[in-house]
């Protein structure tokens, strides 16, 4: 049986408002509904789906306190990057200088794609895709 659609993902956040601000002022996500956990947090919905989870560092997202092996920080692993397709490049660069947020662009070769990358409050690599974009 394959899967069918991405869900969400959950990053634990040292300040969960400023992760969230970071979401939904810079990527442009919006805070929605959450059922009544019994720990702090938000989700963030891209249309009608709650695509960002947003819990504590110092909580899972099903209350668990995360377990450092030998005094490291939890890991999740191989994670390079999460991506999402964009609109309106020109208006995203202008939001991160104003906003003085590092970010990097590349074009990707063949194709007509530019993206954008940056890294949420927490470490987190984000890839913005703007389609449509021709380059030299």
């Given at each position: 049986?394959?899967?069918?659609?991405?869900?969400?993902?959950?990053?634990?956040?040292?300040?969960?408002?400023?992760?969230?601000?970071?979401?939904?002022?810079?990527?442009?996500?919006?805070v929605?509904?959450?059922?009544?956990?019994?720990?702090?947090?938000?989700?963030?919905?891209?249309?009608?789906?709650?695509?960002?989870?947003?819990?504590?560092?110092?909580?899972?997202?099903?209350?668990?306190?995360?377990?450092?092996?030998?005094?490291?920080?939890?890991?999740?692993?191989?994670?390079?990057?999460?991506?999402?397709?964009?609109?309106?490049?020109?208006?995203?660069?202008?939001?991160?200088?104003?906003?003085?947020?590092?970010?990097?662009?590349?074009?990707?070769?063949?194709?007509?794609?530019?993206q954008?990358?940056?890294?949420?409050?927490?470490?987190?690599?984000?890839?913005?895709?703007?389609?449509?974009?021709?380059?030299?």
């Amino acid at each position: 049986m394959a899967v069918d659609m991405l869900e969400h993902f959950t990053v634990r956040c040292t300040s969960l408002e400023r992760t969230r601000d970071f979401y939904s002022k810079i990527i442009g996500l919006r805070v929605g509904p959450r059922p009544p956990f019994d720990f702090a947090g938000y989700w963030l919905y891209l249309g009608e789906q709650p695509v960002v989870h947003l819990v504590l560092e110092s909580e899972c997202e099903d209350g668990r306190k995360p377990q450092p092996v030998s005094g490291e920080p939890p890991s999740t692993g191989a994670l390079d990057h999460i991506a999402f397709r964009a609109q309106d490049l020109e208006g995203m660069r202008a939001l991160l200088r104003a906003r003085k947020i590092a970010f990097e662009e590349r074009a990707v070769p063949g194709a007509l794609v530019h993206q954008i990358f940056v890294h949420d409050p927490d470490g987190v690599l984000i890839e913005l895709n703007f389609r449509g974009i021709k380059h030299d």
